[in-house]
């Protein structure tokens, strides 16, 4: 499907998905005003049903991001102190649908799709829930978003910390949850070498970014269409993030507890992000 069609699919979804923290701003492309709203939005409303089996006053901390022409954003920062955040796949040959995962998950908060996908419905690399590796680091190459190295992983270690590294120097010792995905958004703090700054290469798109300390995970949704450039310069100089990771494009959904369930129009997926309240 053209890009320009999936992408006005994507934002129409959205929209009937009614989150006001992951609708698409106004302007759809980048036209939001250059403010800065950094302060936590409620992620319930009276207007707004809770799912049943959710955390309804699970507080999930939600922000927008506005940045004018370089892209509005819809962030939700976890502490991995309040916050347990599990890498999951289903394994589902009909893929994964992101409102039944929900409703087979009481007491879940924040879900996303966990990164770029085969054909198949099968994450496109590693993947490892609770200690499990039940897909295997890919460092082939290749053509598309996965494949523009370096590409990362995103893991949750035994420990109780995060971290983003290099696929290259992925160690599997003490991890618990993890998902590779690319193009690497930030690492060490430098933008992916190969990206473009005011590349007209744009899209909805979704990433994980890791505080330096690991002690905090940030998921991000982009509310208009933006560059990798423009969305990894946002982990780095408006969240302080050294390391981000690309999740996916144009279908991605990032779901909160008390928005409505998310819309299957842009589904299924493989595998997901889940975060619930300690």
Not at 87 to 94: C, G, K, S
Request: net charge negative; with cysteine; glycine share 10%.
């Amino acid at each position: 499907m053209p890009r320009l069609r999936l992408a006005s699919l994507a934002l129409a979804a959205l929209a009937l998905a009614g989150c006001s923290l992951l609708d698409a701003a106004p302007g759809g492309s980048g036209s939001a005003a250059a403010t800065r709203e950094t302060s936590a939005a409620p992620a319930t409303t009276e207007a707004s049903a809770t799912p049943s089996g959710t955390a309804a006053s699970s507080d999930v901390p939600t922000r927008v991001i506005n940045l004018g022409e370089h892209g509005s954003y819809g962030v939700v920062t976890l502490d991995l102190d309040a916050w347990d955040v599990r890498v999951d796949w289903p394994d589902d040959p009909d893929g994964t649908d992101l409102a039944e995962y929900i409703a087979d998950h009481p007491g879940i908060a924040v879900l996303t799709n966990a990164g770029i996908f085969s054909d198949d419905l099968t994450p496109g690399g590693l993947l490892v829930a609770d200690g499990e590796e039940r897909r295997a680091l890919n460092l082939a190459d290749g053509y598309g978003n996965f494949h523009l190295k370096p590409n990362a992983v995103f893991e949750i270690r035994d420990d109780g910390t995060a971290a983003i590294v290099d696929s290259t120097l992925y160690d599997p010792a003490g991890v618990a949850q993890a998902t590779q995905s690319g193009p690497a958004l930030l690492l060490d703090g430098e933008i992916h070498p190969q990206f473009t700054e005011g590349s007209d290469n744009t899209a909805l798109r979704t990433g994980v970014g890791v505080s330096p300390d690991g002690g905090t995970v940030y998921l991000a949704i982009t509310r208009t269409y933006v560059n990798l450039w423009d969305f990894a310069a946002m982990f780095r100089d408006e969240l302080g993030v050294e390391d981000a990771l690309y999740l996916d494009g144009q279908i991605s959904q990032l779901w909160v507890a008390g928005a409505p369930d998310p819309t299957p129009y842009l589904g299924p997926y493989a595998g997901v992000i889940a975060a619930y309240p300690r």
